[in-house]
């Protein structure tokens, strides 16, 4: 089974400084895909960036990467600059991959961040 | 380019109602999910579905049931209806090894 941890149920954070936001995760799958959403309080999900487990290089999206630490079983959101905007929950979610085998089942998410980007 | 639609937007429904959520993809993804966020928690798979005619169970399926007769729409039914149920619900649609594409949600106050 696959587990995902997110240990900051909240965060404030100054406008313009960096970000990170912690995800670990449990998995006995050797391939798996890790994502990172954004809910703002409209409610949609949006997608932010994925990383596979197989990547040898750090996902990167604009103003948000994700810092992958596979020993660590880590996966951690690092949003740059931030903005009033970034204000929102973020999710870090996994799923094994699909040529591997899995992946139909969907994704299995953490419980969230409230991050708050004060001015 | 609408993607993943969800209708309706809001429900409230009395104990012991039933009603169908739907759902509608336009961009020829195989794979369809449906999830629930209770507050202040992630997401838990409902149901899936890997084309049509084939669905399956995920984390928490009581007292629903699905169907996928076009690849395009995966409808999620609630039989009788739960105050459990009060949640937001949301669909999904992928192809293989793409992200998940999400609709807007559908938010149900079982009353």
């Known amino acids: 089974a696959q587990k995902i941890t997110q240990t900051q149920p909240g965060m404030f954070v100054q406008e313009k400084e960096a970000v990170t936001l912690d995800c670990t995760y449990d998995?006995?799958?050797?391939?798996?895909?890790l994502f990172w959403y954004k809910q703002p309080s409209s409610g949609e999900m949006i997608f932010l960036i994925y990383?596979?487990?197989?990547?040898?290089q750090n996902a990167t999206e604009g103003r948000y990467s994700l810092n992958f630490q596979k020993a660590r079983k880590s996966a951690n959101l690092v949003i740059s600059a931030s903005q009033l905007g970034d204000s929102a929950m973020y999710f870090c979610?996994?799923?094994?991959?699909?040529?591997?085998?899995?992946?139909?089942?969907?994704?299995?998410f953490g419980k969230g961040t409230h991050l708050i980007i004060q001015p | 380019n609408a993607g993943v639609t969800q209708t309706p937007k809001f429900r409230i429904l009395k104990i012991g109602q039933s009603m169908t959520l739907q759902c509608t993809q336009d961009?020829?993804?195989?794979?369809m999910y449906w999830y629930r966020q209770d507050p202040g928690m992630g997401l838990k798979l409902i149901y899936y579905?890997?084309?049509?005619?084939?669905?399956d169970k995920g984390e928490v399926p009581n007292g629903y049931n699905v169907s996928r007769s076009t690849t395009e729409d995966f409808p999620l039914r609630l039989e009788l209806a739960a105050p459990s149920q009060t949640s937001v619900y949301f669909c999904?649609?992928?192809?293989?090894?793409?992200?998940?594409?999400f609709g807007p949600g559908t938010r149900l106050l079982v009353l």
């Open positions: 990383q596979g487990s197989y990547d040898e």
């Open positions: 998995t006995s799958d050797q391939s798996y895909g």
């Open positions: 999904a649609s992928s192809s293989l090894e793409e992200t998940q594409y």
């Open positions: 579905s890997v084309g049509a005619g084939i669905t």
């Open positions: 961009m020829n993804h195989n794979y």
């Open positions: 979610a996994m799923r094994e991959l699909f040529y591997s085998g899995g992946g139909a089942d969907g994704l299995t």
